[in-house]
């Protein structure tokens, strides 16, 4: 599920972060950080339900299972079958 990290990572670095600006990891607090807003989240929740033909719930699609790209991996498997 490595790859699926990456994807993520990838995408919140060509979405939401300035060029030049710090390196992001897995656990890099994305929305307590201010990298991803709550806007920025639901875009980031249709991707992952687009990229991976899967359906989060929007209760369980919170701030804070989307606050690293480990949590939002977590929360992703989850769905995927």
């Not at 989240?41 to 249709?46: A, P």
């Not at 339900?49 to 790209?69: C, H």
Request: proline share 5%.
């Amino acid at each position: 599920m490595d790859n699926m990290k990456d994807m993520i990572l990838k995408y919140v670095i060509e979405e939401y972060m300035e060029e030049g600006g710090d390196p992001i990891s897995y656990d890099t607090p994305l929305i307590s950080g201010g990298i991803v807003d709550s806007f920025s989240m639901v875009s980031l929740k249709r991707f992952l339900e687009n990229k991976l033909k899967i359906s989060i719930p929007d209760d369980q699609a919170t701030p804070e299972a989307f606050d690293s790209v480990n949590k939002i991996s977590d929360l992703v498997k989850r769905f995927v079958k």
